[in-house]
């Protein structure tokens, strides 16, 4: 049992993906190394945004750090699974220190109490998964399990099973509004301590300037009113203080909701909704999968400088509107607006809740925005949890490629079309 009384630590001997992926993800940012215990999906998202830093001039590094309540592996955790495949979601709370540099000078600067979120796909029996496809952890060519199990064709790399499952497949950072019992007192103490100053300051002012005895000395006046001050001003200034550092707190939740408020009104019942409307064509859906998936695809657009070579996107093209976003952070929130089934597809339409940073050339600018997303599937083929374009058979000739590298098959030239295999999105509005 950890000592409660010690600061948390993540480290890499703990043997625990989510912390291993937290500690690699902040070396990236400094390395360009990426997370070993990755998915593919996710490597990809961070080499556009890294090129996306690249064209900008600008670089960026993290600094994660366990804190707060749930710091440690009790982070409550929620699964959905398929056939072959298992998800779960971990989260933990944790500090999140984001700077960005522009020629080696700081440009930009912000440290946020956070909740960390990471998705982790795992194979649920190991021996019924050998024929599916996986990428390569050294070269990231597409092989079949059982092939990389006996050597990488490319590569020559031989891989056990635990090295290419399980797989951090997603994550994404959500503000964390609680405090910690130091934070708290801390925060108390920046209240409490100019209060009880000024009211001492006060009080012995007071004394002074009202004192009735006939002591002359300004030196004996002052001492004289010092004792009466000290005791009466830290008293009255610490009960103000705490009254007014109570109500600065509860005028910042009001603020806090306020600001969230549309936000909640749009996204009330999504989620009982879309399961009961989704549940009857996939009995094993689940909102999380779905709207990590739906994050994971937008982010992706979002850092593409041309989303028109993307297979799961088949909307207008997107023009400027997003060559500017420099960090993409999903704000927490996936609101149904539409869900209607015609034939073998179900059309849906949400609000995704973005927080991004733009880059305006002489400073960085935080942008809350609400996202319009379209998007198609095809409700008879089962859910496959564990699908990626990093991975995918030619439906032609049986060859294996990256469709996110190219949309034609490498071998026969046929051009790949997500189709009816996963989420497409149709359009785009911001």
């Not at 955790?77 to 944790?94: A, G, S």
């Not at 290419?164 to 497949?169: G, Q, R, S």
Request: proline residues 4%.
């Amino acid at each position: 049992m950890p000592d409660q009384s010690l600061p948390p630590t993540w480290d890499k001997s703990h043997g625990s993906i989510f912390e291993n992926f937290a500690l690699d993800l902040g070396s990236f940012t400094h390395t360009g190394k990426y997370p070993s215990d990755a998915g593919q999906d996710v490597k990809h998202g961070l080499e556009l945004q890294f090129e996306r830093l690249k064209e900008k001039n600008l670089r960026m590094q993290y600094r994660i750090s366990p804190r707060g309540l749930l710091a440690d592996d009790r982070g409550a955790r929620r699964e959905w699974k398929d056939d072959k495949y298992i998800t779960r979601m971990e989260f933990r709370t944790c500090l999140l220190s984001r700077t960005i540099y522009r020629d080696n000078r700081k440009v930009y600067e912000k440290d946020q109490n956070s909740t960390f979120y990471q998705f982790i796909t795992d194979t649920r029996d190991s021996k019924v998964v050998v024929d599916e496809l996986c990428s390569c952890p050294n070269c990231g060519a597409v092989s079949k399990i059982s092939v990389l199990q006996n050597g990488c064709p490319f590569c020559k790399t031989y891989f056990s099973m635990h090295e290419l499952f399980p797989k951090v497949t997603n994550y994404y950072f959500l503000q964390d509004e609680s405090f910690t019992d130091q934070e708290l007192k801390h925060t108390m103490k920046r209240v409490l301590l100019p209060c009880i100053v000024i009211s001492i300051l006060a009080y012995i002012i007071n004394f002074y300037l009202t004192d009735e005895t006939e002591m002359t000395n300004a030196v004996f006046r002052f001492l004289y009113a010092l004792i009466p001050g000290v005791i009466g001003g830290t008293i009255v200034g610490a009960i103000c203080g705490y009254f007014l550092w109570a109500f600065l707190q509860l005028g910042l939740l009001f603020i806090r909701a306020g600001r969230s408020m549309p936000m909640l009104f749009n996204i009330m019942g999504s989620r009982s909704r879309f399961v009961s409307c989704m549940s009857r064509y996939s009995p094993e859906f689940s909102y999380e999968y779905f709207s990590e998936k739906v994050v994971s695809m937008l982010k992706t657009i979002i850092y593409s400088g041309d989303p028109s070579n993307l297979p799961y996107y088949e909307g207008e093209p997107m023009g400027s509107r997003f060559l500017n976003v420099i960090e993409s952070s999903f704000a927490g929130a996936v609101a149904l607006k539409r869900f209607i089934v015609q034939g073998d597809y179900c059309y849906v339409t949400v609000d995704v809740y973005l927080e991004n940073l733009y880059d305006k050339g002489n400073r960085i600018e935080t942008k809350g925005e609400k996202v319009r997303v379209e998007l198609r599937r095809n409700v008879r083929k089962p859910i496959d949890i564990n699908f990626s374009i990093e991975r995918i058979q030619c439906k032609s000739c049986g060859a294996s490629f990256n469709a996110a590298k190219m949309r034609n098959c490498s071998h026969c030239g046929t051009r790949y079309e997500v189709g009816d295999d996963d989420w497409i999105i149709t359009k785009i509005k911001a």
